[in-house]
């Protein structure tokens, strides 16, 4: 089962990615890991460095996707972009954190996409 929801996440970040260049967002950077957590993805948009988390699923029988994202998991994402932000030196610029929730169709893997722009702050 790990692995599984291993492969539904690389396609959902590979779809969220896309996605965001599509929309006018630059990627900066993909599963950032440090000893704290990871980051899915990294972007710009305008003005705002954005640390983009990324849900997928088949359908929503358990939810929609953004609500995995709990407080606890918002800590983590916070925690380790501040460890991004400090090696990566971007003392300079405003941050947003967004949410994509990507749900696949069941037949044919056709993504339905919703950004969530500025999803939550701490």
């Not at 539904?8 to 630059?26: C, F, K, W």
């Not at 950077?29 to 088949?58: Q, S």
């Not at 983590?76 to 932000?85: D, G, L, N, P, R």
């Amino acid at each position: 089962m790990h692995s599984f929801n291993k492969d539904i996440g690389s396609l959902g970040e590979d779809i969220a990615e896309t996605y965001l260049r599509q929309v006018g967002y630059t990627v900066l950077d993909r599963n950032f890991r440090c000893k704290i957590g990871e980051l899915d993805i990294i972007g710009k948009d305008g003005d705002y460095i954005c640390f983009i988390e990324v849900k997928t699923r088949y359908g929503s029988i358990y939810g929609s996707p953004c609500e995995a994202v709990t407080y606890s998991k918002c800590l983590k994402i916070y925690k380790t972009a501040e460890t991004y932000i400090m090696r990566k030196k971007l003392f300079k610029f405003n941050f947003r954190f967004d949410v994509i929730e990507i749900i696949l169709n069941n037949s044919n893997n056709k993504p339905s996409i919703r950004l969530i722009k500025d999803a939550f702050q701490i």
